[in-house]
């Protein structure tokens, strides 16, 4: 402390003793310039920004044509692709609404609707005109499935499914409906016709009313119902309430909805998981409803974005899920890990650690690749 405060009264306070002092004619050195500070990254958001909880992630034959098809169908935007080895397109994401979709090629064990035959999953897209929106998709490609009529459920409704094998159900919210009177209207929907009801005709040019719509409910606010998303993803499950329960257990789902047929089993659940919602029913496999399990395999996988990957993965192991790949840091930037349920369907558990180009992500899995052991011959 003592030599400090000497050097500073010789440095700075003695000159101011001296008088004026002589006028320096040295030239004086340039200061030299302090190196920038290093700029931190902001934190990576753990969900990235236009992803909810859940992304469904579909396998094609075919990636560029399902993408084409996408966009002609239903509107979709394609916001990034990736291509394989070879050149061409392995991997996807296009935008339907506020929704993004995965699309992935058949490749390393993974199996579309066409080589399973059959897919036990179904996404469902709400749209301002299911009327319009079933015309496009037909239009473009898609089958026909279960024709556009007025639900019990409040929903204008019917099936397509896509050149690729995956099944849509085009829906507008029309109606709200409280669950009592879903319930009243399913028991109408679902309850045999008399005999006096079956030679009943209709008045001519007039289709005869379904007996639940005697049971009004309120006129919708808007074409999707509060809580939902443009797309979301119901499952075909061999035992709904064993995997309601797994799903609580391993991803903190919280049980909405449940609707029981007349045997017991469950006609149609609903599940909050994080920003997502997921519906799911018992197999029925006579009405064309059949699960992974039966089918021997999912053509669907979830990608499932969380807080602490880690944690969720130990969660959802624990809990019954099957360890399909381990917790890794990848070249895309997500801490990410697979697991399998007792349904048969693959989760993506992920946490979203950083924030990269195109181009990054192209040279990291180029690099990652290139330390990949060659196949010996």
């Not at 473009?140 to 556009?148: I, N, Q, Y």
Request: hydrophobic share 40%; with cysteine.
């Amino acid at each position: 402390m003592q030599i400090r405060s000497a050097l500073f009264s010789v440095l700075v306070l003695a000159p101011l003793a001296c008088g004026t002092p002589k006028a320096d004619t040295a030239t004086p050195e340039p200061a030299s310039t302090p190196a920038p500070a290093p700029v931190a990254k902001p934190a990576a958001k753990p969900i990235p920004d236009g992803f909810f909880s859940i992304t469904p992630q579909l396998t094609v034959k075919g990636v560029d044509a399902a993408v084409d098809f996408y966009v002609k169908a239903f509107g979709a935007t394609k916001v990034y692709s990736m291509a394989g080895p070879d050149g061409k397109t392995m991997h996807a994401e296009v935008k339907i609404g506020d929704s993004i979709v995965f699309v992935d090629e058949e490749m390393n064990g993974t199996k579309s609707p066409l080589t399973l035959g059959g897919t036990p999953a179904t996404l469902m897209i709400y749209v301002a005109s299911a009327d319009t929106t079933y015309a496009a998709a037909t239009a473009a490609g898609a089958k026909a499935e279960m024709p556009l009529e007025d639900q019990f459920w409040g929903d204008r409704y019917g099936h397509v499914i896509d050149p690729f094998g995956h099944r849509w159900a085009i829906s507008t919210h029309i109606e709200d409906v409280t669950p009592e009177q879903t319930q009243q209207r399913a028991a109408l929907a679902f309850a045999p016709a008399d005999k006096k009801t079956k030679k009943a005709k209709p008045a001519k040019g007039k289709p005869a009313e379904p007996a639940w719509k005697k049971i009004a409910g309120t006129p919708a606010k808007g074409p999707i119902p509060d809580g939902y998303h443009t797309v979301t993803l119901a499952l075909v499950v061999p035992k709904a309430a064993e995997t309601i329960d797994f799903y609580k257990a391993a991803f903190g789902a919280i049980e909405t909805e449940r609707m029981p047929s007349p045997d017991g089993k469950i006609m149609h659940a609903g599940l909050d998981l994080g920003t997502s919602k997921l519906m799911l029913s018992d197999e029925f496999p006579e009405m064309g409803g059949k699960s992974a399990i039966t089918l021997g395999g999912s053509p669907v996988a979830l990608h499932f974005y969380v807080s602490d990957s880690d944690a969720q993965f130990s969660k959802a192991t624990s809990a019954g899920g099957k360890v399909t790949m381990p917790m890794t840091d990848m070249f895309w930037g997500d801490r990410y890990g697979g697991v399998t349920d007792p349904a048969g369907f693959f989760w993506g558990v992920a946490t979203h650690k950083e924030d990269l180009t195109p181009e990054q992500i192209g040279e990291r899995m180029k690099a990652q690749m290139a330390q990949q052991p060659k196949p010996t011959t």
